[in-house]
């Protein structure tokens, strides 16, 4: 039988964090730097890892900043801010997960860029377990972020599967870019961003209710053979 891979981004696929990142990290910017910043000035950098989220802000206002002390500062800002903010998994996201794992054609996989000690909570604050999933990467285990296409292709090794059988579930034109340059499929969700900065993906949807098992079998022309 041939499998096929199901890989899963984390922030803005698998729980709606984007707004919650932008506050912690305006709020980062105003108690280390005594800079106010906009929400909307992470939008560029979503996706593409959390020190160059904060770098690429940085450098649009000329501050000089401790790249890790502000990744830290951000996320301890980030989990407060979680206590008092309801994430739940983004509609269907559990609903494909299950299906992923009671089809034994499917091998499934989280590939974030975002630091471990901050995804996993997300990732069990939905519901989801992650023992569920055959290969979590993180940006713990890579040196390049998105769009470099590093952390899918070290993915599909985990899996041990080639890229053109696996589909990848992104809602950041920076995934979608490192997706492709993999050689894999991609459904983007327009959560994050519009239609216009995913066009580079193979399917837009605007939820993950629109995606099944199936659907990605014919779209891509996965179906199995014993």
């Not at 909307?40 to 790249?67: L, M, N």
């Not at 996989?109 to 999933?133: N, R």
């Amino acid at each position: 039988m041939e499998y096929w891979g199901l890989i899963f981004d984390v922030d803005g696929v698998i729980a709606d964090t984007e707004a919650l990142n932008a506050r912690a990290s305006v709020q980062m910017f105003a108690q280390l730097y005594g800079v106010t910043v906009q929400p909307e000035d992470f939008r560029p950098f979503v996706g593409t890892g959390d020190e160059r989220y904060v770098e690429g802000v940085a450098e649009k206002y000329g501050v000089q900043i401790d790249t890790q002390e502000a990744v830290q500062r951000r996320a301890e800002n980030f989990f407060h801010l979680l206590q008092s903010s309801s994430l739940p998994a983004a509609p269907g996201v559990l609903e494909l997960v299950e299906a992923g794992r009671v089809d034994e054609r499917v091998r499934l996989a989280i590939a974030t860029s975002g630091q471990k000690a901050k995804q996993f909570p997300v990732i069990e604050g939905t519901g989801l377990k992650l023992d569920w999933f055959d290969a979590i990467i993180t940006g713990d285990d890579i040196d390049r972020k998105k769009p470099d296409p590093q952390i899918y292709v070290r993915t599909a090794q985990y899996l041990g599967l080639p890229p053109e059988r696996c589909v990848v579930i992104e809602d950041a034109p920076a995934g979608v870019a490192a997706a492709k340059a993999a050689g894999m499929f991609c459904v983007a969700v327009t959560s994050s961003v519009g239609r216009d900065a995913l066009k580079l993906a193979d399917l837009v949807v605007d939820s993950l209710l629109e995606v099944t098992v199936q659907l990605l079998i014919q779209q891509f022309h996965l179906t199995s053979t014993a």
